[in-house]
């Protein structure tokens, strides 16, 4: 493994078979400032082939767009990909964190997303991006097809879903990936904008959303929904193992998606539409869906698989709407 000379004290690992994280303080900026952290991605031992960012030097510098995240992206290093950030762990963890404060923390995180992402979206889409959908889309529709090849845990996942969900709701699931990943307009979206992509910094500076190796052609509901589906997973998670309520404060789907509307005004000053509401609950449902798999996939097989069974089925039936802001949501 060859890093950076600045690759200073190891502050957090992260291993699947999937992908093998490691996050580094950097030795020239122990202050945390933009840049401060090296994030370093590497194919886990079950990865199918190495990373690459062929399309990074297509996304938006956002340096001078008040508001929004910095779409950080990467360049390769020891045999993997290294994004340099303003802090050490994700929204992920400060949601987990009961305070008030890391509530507000995470909003502010979120605003500067949707912020980003519309200025993503409204990127032309370059020559030359790899064709087809993202490749957690790929996996999970392999997932869904039931192909030759799927890992053990995702065979044994797929044939126990499938007697819960039986062939109606698989087959929503395929009609919903059709129009996210091949939409009659696509768009250049960042293809893996989850809480885990999000680092807020630790002392000052902007937010990062880290970004790259994802890139592709499809809908924008797709990101938006990738978000909206982690916050509704991470919900049911802290209901499901008797965790506190969430901390006062905003609701965080709203304002992922009043940041990401309000960033350009039309001719009356009001705040220009985002992808509608139903494509975004069915987006949100396949982030669910592919996050599941993945795990069976590429992690230890446990039960708790059992429990997101019956949590997709129920998301499916009710197209996502719990992910919303509004009367159909939940916190």
């Not at 449902?285 to 997101?308: G, K, N, P, S």
């Amino acid at each position: 493994m060859t890093l950076p000379d600045d690759a200073g004290e190891l502050v957090a690992e992260y291993v699947t078979g999937l992908q093998h994280t490691r996050v580094h303080r950097s030795a020239r900026d122990g202050s945390g400032d933009s840049g401060g952290f090296l994030w370093w991605h590497r194919p886990g031992a079950l990865h199918p082939g190495p990373l690459t960012a062929p399309a990074a030097a297509a996304v938006p510098d956002l340096s001078g767009v008040p508001g929004a995240a910095l779409l950080v992206t990467p360049v390769p290093a020891g045999g993997g990909l290294l994004h340099r950030a303003p802090g050490a762990v994700s929204v992920v963890t400060w949601l987990a964190d009961p305070r008030p404060e890391a509530r507000r923390l995470a909003a502010h995180a979120l605003a500067a997303a949707g912020c980003a992402l519309r200025a993503l979206h409204d990127t032309p889409l370059p020559p030359g991006l790899p064709a087809g959908p993202p490749a957690a889309l790929r996996r999970m529709r392999a997932w869904a097809d039931g192909r030759n090849g799927l890992l053990p845990g995702a065979a044994r996942l797929r044939e126990e879903t499938l007697a819960v969900w039986g062939t109606d709701r698989m087959d929503r699931v395929r009609t919903w990936w059709e129009a996210a990943a091949a939409p009659a307009a696509p768009s250049l979206i960042h293809g893996g904008a989850s809480l885990g992509a999000l680092v807020p910094p630790l002392h000052r500076g902007r937010t990062a959303l880290l970004t790259g190796e994802d890139l592709a052609a499809g809908s924008p509901a797709l990101d938006l929904g990738w978000l909206l589906g982690d916050l509704a997973e991470l919900a049911w998670s802290e209901r499901r193992n008797g965790g506190p309520e969430p901390a006062e404060g905003p609701d965080l789907r709203h304002v992922l998606l009043a940041a990401y509307g309000s960033r350009d005004l039309d001719a009356a000053g009001r705040g220009l539409a985002g992808p509608d509401p139903a494509g975004l609950g069915r987006a949100a449902v396949l982030r669910v869906v592919t996050h599941m798999q993945d795990f069976a996939a590429y992690c230890d097989w446990t039960e708790e698989l059992h429990d997101y069974i019956a949590f997709t089925a129920e998301l499916i039936d009710e197209e996502g709407r719990r992910a919303l802001p509004g009367p159909g949501g939940t916190p």
